[in-house]
């Protein structure tokens, strides 16, 4: 019996729906579910502009199932509950049997629709195993977000505290914390990394580096991921050494006080979107900046770039993600790349959250194109790529490491292996360490990289070491 | 018979298809009172270009056939033409809309109207086929996805028989009776159903719209919950 309650996943052999694998989310209270799970959809509606969505998706949802074609999640699992409309109906079929006049009238008619706790699990279980890649929303003929009706979903199950705990600590920390990042990076942390990547840039790049935190009136303060200080040391030097070749080195800027692009409210809290939205805000304006420069990262540059115009009010600074900004500089030759470095074959990874929505496909290509000599698609790709298997903040959650590996990302998998890469390269945190485990479990024979990292190697510093030296240098080294 | 014809042609047309006009317009207006009211100044942040172009690439929606769904896809489509056209261009129906709304439609050819009616017909049972056989698209159908198809499939039926009296084995009355009750039924259903996308569908790639959050909520929503003193 114990056993069986342990992580049964469903694995893409067995294909089996198990909501009973209650694994990802906080325990919670079960008294009174329903009753708390109602007011929660209650409050939502009459405070918020969900109402008009809601009704809209009522009347045109057709349930013609092309979202299904298009779902990572059901192509590997063939289970009719991974279907996005399937779950967008189950929320649909709440709203309309609790929230409408026609559900109510149709309740004394007959059995009909009706929430009990087992809704409830299957609702949590079914969003948390979407990606919110909204890969299906372009191909809905209705055009029915099922990525936000998601998001939706499991706003309301968050404010009965049923959410993931893995995403919910770490915004805890973030709002209300003592160091107010997702990583619990310390100040003093923060400053010695810092010191530790300056120092490593001087040694490869043969020029001083002094990196400005809590710097005023500067044009960019600049927010990535928090854990890229831990776990993706190359990208942040790829970053910091474009901003020094490109002559804007005193342009910009670190604030100690918020360091931290991450948002995971985009994931599943209208609530906590807000609230870390104005603490980045907060920052740039207790710095006198007048830009907000985000890293590498996908869902950190989108809540940035859609939520800062909604939430920042009169404080609403642009949004400038560093692709772009990289893009800008080469365009305008303030930095310039070395052709002859790059020899492998390179693919391209387009994180959902940038590239969904047309925003940012272009920009990563012309940069590649421009200094990688075998550049390979991915099929599909751009705007309808594929997920990488970890989106929606599922990469944060450890105790679903199986289910993105054998499900959710293993359509991914299968296309990096088609393009026959030995460098995939994907600019946002959460996709990097999605893509750098299917790699190791699916033994794929290439190497997952930030954008940076790579132009790091490439990049032509004045007055410092050239990238053909110091490519001998890191050769030498590794042998 | 005569004049139960007479009726489902006079007064039980005007008010079914009012309630279709009606019920239709109370979609419109609510759509724009959600947008510009609801939403105002937020509207601002709204890639308006990429959501005109992205609708209008779904009126002929050639280059969104993908792999897996072409049948289902390509067939629900081009249902839709004849749909379309026969219930507004045909020769009799034509006198309808000049005698209730003044309307000077152009005709269509009678042999037209008859395949695009025989082709509508079949279009509607191979989705009816899909929803009952194919598990994927059973596994979203609901009750009124499959009376649905068979509302709309009725009056095609019916009015066909009733103009082809050599493969009618009813009276023509009765196939005449049954295709304006039907279709006035269908008229009242349309505004309550997911029909309703007749209109709505000018309204359905605006899912950016709805990301433009509100501002505050989140707050209020917590403290209703919880009171002043909520913890995250």
């Known amino acids: 019996m114990e056993a069986s309650k342990q992580v049964a996943l469903p694995s893409a ?85 609790y929230f409408t006049i026609g559900g109510w009238v149709k309740s004394r008619f007959s059995n ?222 303030k930095i310039k790349l070395d052709k002859d470095i790059i020899t492998e074959k390179v693919t391209y990874h387009d994180p959902c959250n940038i590239a969904r929505s047309g925003w940012i496909v272009d920009q990563p290509r012309e940069i590649l194109k421009g200094f990688v000599r075998n550049y390979v698609e991915m099929e599909p790709h751009g705007i309808e790529n594929y997920c990488c298997g970890g989106g929606g903040g599922l990469v944060s959650i450890d105790e679903i490491h199986d289910y993105r590996m054998e499900i959710a990302g293993r359509v991914k998998a299968e296309q990096i292996r088609q393009t026959g890469a ?35 190697k490439a990049l032509i510093i004045p007055g410092g070491k050239s990238p053909k030296v110091r490519k001998e240098e890191s050769a030498m080294f590794e042998m | 018979m005569e004049g139960w014809i007479e009726f489902a042609k006079g007064p039980l047309f005007a008010v079914s298809f009012s309630i279709m006009i009606l019920g239709l317009a109370r979609h419109v207006v609510i759509q724009i009172y959600s947008l510009a009211v609801r939403k105002g100044r937020r509207l601002r942040n709204v890639p308006w270009r990429k959501i005109i172009l992205d609708t209008l690439s779904w009126a002929i929606p050639v280059k969104h056939m993908i792999p897996g769904t072409r049948l289902f896809s390509s067939v629900s489509f081009l249902s839709h033409i004849g749909i ?21 439609l152009p005709q269509i050819g009678r042999e037209l109207a008859d395949y695009l009616t025989l082709f509508t017909m079949a279009a509607l049972l191979v989705l009816l086929y899909c929803r009952i056989f194919k598990r994927r698209h059973r596994a979203v159908s609901t009750t009124s996805d499959y009376i649905l198809l068979v509302l709309v499939f009725l009056p095609f039926a019916s009015g066909y028989l009733a103009s082809h009296p050599s493969v009618n084995p009813l009276s023509w009355q009765a196939a005449m009776l049954i295709h304006l009750l ?17 209109v709505l569908f000018i309204f359905d790639r605006i899912s950016e719209v709805h990301w433009q959050l509100r501002p505050g909520a989140g707050d209020k929503v917590a403290e209703s919950l919880y009171g002043k003193e909520v913890k995250i």
């Open chain 2, 182 to 198: 039907s279709a006035e039924l269908l008229f009242v259903v349309i505004p309550f159903t997911k029909l309703a996308h007749i």
């Open chain 2, 84 to 104: 379309i056209v026969v219930p507004l261009f045909l020769a009799d129906h034509i006198v309808l809309w000049e005698q209730f709304l003044g309307l000077d």
């Open chain 1, 112 to 333: 009909s629709f009706e929430l009990t706790e087992d809704v409830i699990d299957e609702l949590a279980e079914l969003l948390y195993r979407c990606t919110a890649c909204r890969r299906c929303t372009r191909e809905c003929p209705m055009g029915v977000d099922h990525g936000l009706m998601t998001r939706l979903g499991r706003y309301i199950l968050s404010m009965i505290g049923i959410q993931s705990k893995a995403l919910h600590v770490s915004v805890r920390e973030q709002l209300t914390g003592e160091t107010h990042n997702t990583s619990k990076v310390p100040r003093a942390a923060l400053v010695d990394t810092l010191e530790f990547l300056a120092e490593d840039l001087e040694e490869m790049l043969g020029i001083s580096f002094e990196v400005p935190i809590d710097q005023t009136d500067r044009e960019f303060v600049f927010f990535c991921a928090v854990s890229d200080y831990l776990m993706e040391p190359d990208t942040l030097m790829g970053n910091f050494a474009v901003l020094k070749a490109a002559g804007d080195w005193d342009n910009w800027t670190i604030g100690s006080g918020n360091y931290d692009g991450i948002n995971y409210g985009l994931f599943y809290s209208d609530w906590h979107l807000e609230n870390i939205i104005k603490r980045l805000v907060g920052e740039v304006t207790r710095l006198n900046g007048r830009k907000i420069l985000i890293g590498e990262c996908g869902h950190a540059s989108r809540s940035a770039h859609d939520f800062v115009p909604i939430f920042g009010g009169k404080e609403a600074y642009p949004v400038v993600s560093f692709i772009e900004y990289t893009l800008d500089c080469i365009r305008r030759g």
């Open chain 1, 422 to 456: 030995a460098i995939v390269i994907a600019p946002c945190a959460n996709c990097k360490k999605q893509l750098k485990e299917l790699v190791e479990y699916y033994k794929l024979p290439c190497k997952v990289m930030g954008l940076h990292d790579l132009i790091l």
């Open chain 1, 13 to 97: 052999e067995t294909k089996k729906f198990r909501h009973e694998d209650f694994f990802h989310v906080e325990p919670y209270e079960k008294h009174n579910i329903v009753e708390h799970f109602l007011e929660a959809f209650a409050a939502i509606l009459h405070f918020t502009d969900y109402k008009a969505l809601l009704d809209t998706y009522c009347s045109t949802n057709n349930k013609c199932n092309r979202c299904a074609v298009t779902c990572p999640v059901y192509q590997v699992t063939g289970d009719p509950h991974d279907i996005p409309c399937y779950k967008t109906n189950l929320l649909l079929e709440i709203y309309k049997r």
